[in-house]
């Protein structure tokens, strides 16, 4: 009996996961300062220092994420 409230438990888990992740899957892009101004951001292709060698995005670009 345990293990299938176990069962029970994780699968009713994954589906809220589930469920939540596509509510948020058509939300706006926000610039992920205006969220958190403290978050520090560095975006690795905005620069040269990646492994192409070259910048990959303008300059002035925000790191955008899903509140």
């Known amino acids: 009996m345990?293990?299938?409230d176990l069962c029970v438990s994780v699968i009713g888990g994954m589906?809220?996961?589930?469920v939540?992740?596509?509510a948020n899957a058509n939300g706006p892009l926000v610039d992920v300062r205006?969220?958190?101004?403290t978050i520090t951001v560095?975006?690795?292709y905005?620069?040269?220092h990646?492994?192409?060698g070259y910048?990959?995005?303008p300059r002035g670009t925000h790191a955008l994420a899903r509140p």
């Open 50 to 52: 990646n492994f192409l």
């Open 15 to 18: 589906a809220a996961a589930l």
């Open 42 to 44: 560095d975006l690795r």
């Open 34 to 37: 205006s969220v958190d101004p």
């Open 55 to 57: 910048s990959l995005y």
């Open 46 to 48: 905005a620069g040269r």
């Open 2 to 4: 345990r293990r299938f």
């Open 20 to 22: 939540s992740m596509d």
